[in-house]
């Protein structure tokens, strides 16, 4: 069979045709989600975008998609269609959910108090799915509402695939996004926003604490909220007041808790100073080498597995330490829910836990 010539115009059509479909698989892997690295700093005040760097590539949110979850709870209990104290109903799908978790069982209720406690200060991923069963009817049903919110507030670069932050290839937010949240949480709910500063509290008997050690040790911070996966390395959403002014910083990718935290607290420091803070400080505190993100598009099956990736708790010593269990004198502290400033009676320390592989730690 003869095989017929292209023509010159039927040519470059098909050239045409060839660099179109070229140019989508391309932009395709630029969105794609990666453990990258990211920081922003913004002051509230005048929206001042003081830092910035890589605050719109793609990144995992890990629990920071709780903020969300909280948004929209913060939402209905302003609007009164939800009651601080109100028990909800804890099914199969939210008991089952990986750890962190305040381990529910199915057939049990928590209340709507609880459960933002719950998110804040442990990350509670059972929590986090009562809540968007509550709200929502069901999980992927509110998953719509978050999307539908995310698009209202302008993070034009965020999906949320669940409530939680747990592991999902197609969950992905930035950092600009992220600060957008943050910002959103406070201007819009300014009643709720005490819960942030929750160090630790009781529930049913036993301390549950926090995994926001930064908080402790950073003058004038009052929230928000922590993350990690995998998938995403270690996250930190913060804000803080200094002399009347207050600033949002977020923090995608660090390599451990402890170097994230020191990265957000020189962040801070420089926001409040007014200088930016260098780009080189950021990537040499990012999960991955700092030379494996500079290439936009170059996305390698390796990276595409990781975002798959369940999380695992870091075996540092500092990582074990966001995961210390307590021995409480229930009948002493039965009553006390611990906030910035605010000192509960001590706990004696008991045995240090790492979360198992295949959990969804978030320190």
């Known amino acids: 069979m003869a095989i017929q010539s292209i023509t010159p115009a039927r040519g470059a059509t098909w050239r045409q045709s060839l660099l179109a479909l070229l140019l989508c698989l391309s932009s395709g892997f630029m969105g794609v989600a990666h453990a990258g690295y990211a920081a922003i700093v913004v002051s509230e005040s005048d929206g001042q975008v003081i830092t910035a760097v890589n605050p719109d590539e793609p990144n995992h949110p890990a629990s920071l998609a709780k903020m969300m979850t909280l948004y929209l709870t913060f939402k209905s209990l302003q609007a009164g269609t939800l009651k601080p104290e109100q028990e909800l109903p804890v099914s199969s799908w939210a008991a089952s959910k990986a750890p962190t978790k305040l381990d529910l069982r199915n057939g049990q209720t928590i209340s709507v108090e609880d459960c933002v406690l719950g998110m804040i200060t442990k990350s509670a991923n ?37 409530a939680s932050g747990l592991p999902d290839p197609s969950d992905t937010t930035t950092a600009r996004d992220m600060t957008k949240l943050a910002m959103a949480l406070y201007k819009d709910f300014p009643q709720y926003s005490h819960y942030f500063s929750t160090e630790e509290f009781m529930f049913r008997g036993r301390l549950v604490r926090g995994h926001n050690n930064l908080m ?93 990736a369940t999380a695992v708790a870091d075996a540092t010593p500092a990582g074990r330490h966001h995961h210390r269990r307590t021995k409480t004198d229930a009948l002493a502290r039965s009553t006390c829910t611990r906030k910035k400033g605010v000192t509960c009676p001590a706990a004696a320390p008991r045995t240090q836990k790492v979360a198992s592989v295949g959990a969804s730690p978030d320190k």
């Open 126 to 162: 059972d929590a986090a799915t009562v809540m968007a069963e509550g709200l929502g009817g069901t999980e992927g049903h509110f998953v719509e509402l978050m999307n539908a919110e995310a698009a209202r507030l302008g993070m034009s670069n965020t999906r949320f695939a669940n």
């Open 216 to 308: 402790d040790k950073y003058p004038g911070m009052d929230g928000l909220k922590t993350g990690f996966t995998n998938a995403s390395g270690f996250n930190l959403a913060s804000t803080a007041v200094k002399d009347g002014r207050r600033l949002f910083s977020v923090v995608l990718g660090g390599r451990t808790a402890a170097i994230r935290d020191k990265l957000m607290a020189r962040l801070l420091d420089d926001g409040f100073d007014g200088h930016e803070t260098p780009a080189t400080m950021v990537a040499q505190a990012a999960a991955v080498p700092a030379a494996a993100t500079l290439a936009k598009g170059r996305r390698t099956a390796t990276g595409a597995a990781a975002s798959k």
